[in-house]
C-alpha cells in the first residue's frame, strides 16, 4: 500500500466500529508495518499498555491518540518509501525474514514483505508492490514468469536449492 493508503486504512476503520479499527490496526502494525505491538507503540510514544487496551477493545483511543497513531504509521511509510525488494511469500515464508533492511554490497536495501496465498492474490501484490515503488521483486518460480510480463522492475524467484536471502542479493544485483 502506498503512504496515504495504510493510514487512511485506519481513520477509515475508526468511523466503521470499535471491532473494524482494533482488527485494522492490529493488521496495520503486523502485516503493512512489520512490527510488534510493543515496537509500534515505542515509535508512536505510546504506553505499550494503552496500545495493548486498544487492540484487545477495552479502550477507545481518544483523539490525540488516534492522531498519534496515524501521524506514526504515515512516518514509518515515509521511512519505507526509499529503494526497497519486495518480497512476495506465504505467510510461514515471510516469517522467516528476521532482517528487514540488509546491507548487500555495501547498499541499504529495505525488505518488504507481501503476503499472498494464491497466485491471483501474488499477482495483485506485484502490481501493488511496483505501485508502492518497489526496485526489484523476489517470488515464488510458479508467478515469476507471469508477473515479468506486466512489471517493470527486476523479478528474481525463490530457488528451492538457495535461500531467500540469496534470491534478494539476486534481485538487488538486478537492479544494478
Known sequence: MNLMNVADKVIKSAFESDEVFQKTLSAVIKEDLNLTA??????????????????SGNRDPNIKTLRQIVKTIRDIKESDSGEFIAVIAARSVLDN????????????????EYSATSMEDAIISAVNAERDGAK???????????????????????????????AIERALKKME
Open 38 to 55: 510493543v515496537d509500534f507503540a515505542k515509535k508512536a510514544n505510546i504506553p505499550p499498555s494503552t496500545l495493548y487496551k486498544i487492540l
Open 97 to 112: 525474514i528476521v532482517e528487514t533492511k540488509k546491507k548487500i554490497g555495501g547498499r541499504l536495501v529495505t525488505i518488504r
Open 136 to 166: 526489484a521483486l523476489v517470488c515464488a518460480p510458479i508467478v515469476g514468469p507471469t508477473v515479468e510480463k506486466i512489471l517493470n522492475i527486476p523479478v528474481t524467484t525463490i530457488a528451492p536449492k538457495n535461500s531467500l536471502i540469496d
